[in-house]
């Protein structure tokens, strides 16, 4: 059975940060495509940050470029978000995405976690 736990969301004063986790199980983890998403309420899914499957490309949305981080872990299955400098336009529900899409910016993900809420405070 496929797996994305999403863990580490919370609260968070602008300016401050937050490390996102994504505990992956079930797929060949090396092999797929990982990515992370927001959506803000009302608004559609976007891409934030994402490995490409053959990890030679890495993603950032304009938005969040020199802010963000992603990283991952093969040897415990995980892919970490941090995210620094936060900003309030950053707050919705962070989901963490595995799959082969063709790009991977693109919510065509064969799988999803349940999400995780971040918050910024203003």
């Known amino acids: 059975e496929v797996q994305l736990v999403e863990s580490g969301g919370g609260l968070v004063q602008a300016g401050g940060s937050l490390r996102l986790s994504c505990a992956a199980s079930?797929?060949?983890?090396?092999?797929?495509?990982i990515g992370w998403f927001r959506q803000a309420p009302g608004k559609e899914r976007v891409g934030v940050s994402c490995?490409?499957?053959?990890?030679?490309?890495?993603y950032y949305a304009d938005s969040v470029k020199g802010r963000f981080t992603i990283s991952r872990d093969n040897a415990k299955n995980t892919v970490y978000l941090q995210m620094n400098s936060l900003k309030p336009e950053d707050t919705g529900v962070y989901y963490c995405a595995a799959g082969r899409p063709l790009f991977c910016y693109l919510p065509l993900y064969d799988y999803w976690g349940q999400g995780a809420q971040v918050t910024v405070s203003s």
């Open positions: 079930g797929f060949p983890f090396d092999d797929y495509a």
């Open positions: 490995f490409s499957s053959s990890d030679v490309s890495t």
